[in-house]
């Protein structure tokens, strides 16, 4: 009665059943909340409602790349950064993974392929599925940072791959393509014939923010590129569901994308009016909100840096994002010491295998929570080796 591509398994794994057990006999810290709404971050609430309750007075006028005001504001926000940005090139869309699902169909047919990195968030593989596409992997590699391993990104090329999908800062890697890795995928999506994804959701949060516009993809005319990015990361806001495209590449190209885009956007027209007319004010308000994120990401990292010194958990490298790795030991399982450290330190951490991290067992934590309640729970976790 129902399609191959839903029946994915929704069987609890151990660590899962450990939290639920854990929960109701602790009050567990959790490192890994990626729920930004959750962290008591000094957000103008009222501000951002006042803007959605004036664009609710707004007249609806359907415009399936998303209405003029929105796409301008996106505009502004990447001129803010040193990006030129052409409003006409922009699609407004509820989410990222929606922007995903309309690439997907934009670019490849069922059974062809996308190109990713791994490691990555997993994410990507049941979007992928949902919509038919096969989504291929090459392996970054890790000495003392992440990068590009040129022969695994030409081993993982085939006559189905469509697209090349990038991430930058990765996820959970905090991983940004240097300028030889840019260069090598911009060159491999030439040669090939293909365009890239470029999904910068976290771009604001690089440890060297003057960074960006070196980074962001979002005025590359080497090849057709999708750059894509949000509310949900951005301003922090990931209830308001909005989110964007930016096409850019060679024009000819980049005009016939958003004409098949346009189409697939007016199949949904699934942006609510208000929170297009609000955007403008919910990304000036943003500013703020995303320097006090960014110092709390740095202070959290560095009190991770302090407190792992000569322990037996080590940070790996990261140019930014809201996460970090911890390798353990050689020997370690990483799904037995996320185990342990819910049930004997009541610290919830993620096992490295969950994002195909398989070079080296390692815990994933989330630099998100409250100061405080980060440096507690890293000590307790520390004290607690399994």
């Known amino acids: 009665m129902f399609s191959r591509r839903t029946a994915w398994s929704r069987d609890l794994n151990p660590l899962t059943h450990a939290i ?12 890994t909340v990626a729920n ?62 929606e922007a995903y699902t309309f690439l997907f169909r934009l670019l490849a047919d069922p059974g062809e392929a996308v190109l990713a990195a791994t490691p990555s968030y997993p994410l990507f593989d049941s979007l992928a599925e949902a919509a038919g596409v096969q989504l291929n992997h090459h392996a970054l590699k890790y000495e003392t940072q992440w990068r590009l391993d040129p022969d695994a990104l030409a ?18 890697t905090g991983s940004c393509p240097g300028p030889v ?41 080497q090849v057709l590129t999708f750059t894509l990015s949000g509310l949900s990361k951005v301003a922090a806001l990931p209830h308001l569901k909005l989110s964007w495209v930016v096409v850019s590449g060679p024009d000819s190209e980049v005009q016939e994308a958003l004409a098949r885009l346009e189409f697939i956007a007016d199949t949904y ?13 919910i ?41 970090a790795i911890l390798d353990l030991p050689d020997d370690a399982d990483d799904e037995q010491v996320a185990i342990h450290g819910v049930e004997q330190a009541q610290v919830i951490t993620q096992p490295g295998f969950l994002f195909d991290l398989e070079d080296q067992p390692c815990l994933v934590l989330s630099l998100l ?6 440096r507690e729970g890293l000590r307790d976790l520390l004290a607690n080796k399994g």
């Open 155 to 172: 081993a993982g090329m085939t006559a189905q791959t469509k697209a090349l999908l990038s991430v930058a800062p990765g996820n959970p």
């Open 20 to 31: 639920e057990a854990a929960r109701a006999r602790y009050d567990l810290i959790d490192l």
């Open 283 to 323: 990304l000036e308000l943003a500013e703020e909100t995303q320097d006090f994120l960014r110092d709390r990401l740095w202070n959290n990292a560095a009190t991770l840096n302090e407190l792992c010194e000569d322990s037996w958990l080590r940070p790996r490298h990261r140019d930014g994002g809201w996460y």
């Open 269 to 281: 027209l699934s942006v609510a009016t208000p929170v297009q007319e609000a955007l403008p004010r």
């Open 181 to 221: 890795d840019r260069r090598r995928l911009l060159s491999t999506a030439e040669q090939h014939g293909i365009p890239i994804i470029s999904d910068e959701v976290f771009l604001d949060y690089l440890d060297a923010p003057e960074r960006f516009g070196q980074i962001s993809m979002a005025r590359n005319q």
């Open 36 to 97: 930004a709404t959750k962290v008591n971050l000094p957000m103008d609430r009222g501000g951002v409602a006042a803007a959605l309750a004036q664009g609710a007075q707004a007249d609806y006028e359907p415009a399936a790349l998303g209405i003029e005001k929105a796409r301008v504001a996106v505009s502004d926000y990447y001129g803010r950064r040193g990006v030129s940005v052409d409003p006409a090139q922009v699609l407004i869309t509820s989410t990222t993974s």
């Open 369 to 374: 929570p409250e100061p405080s309640q980060f």
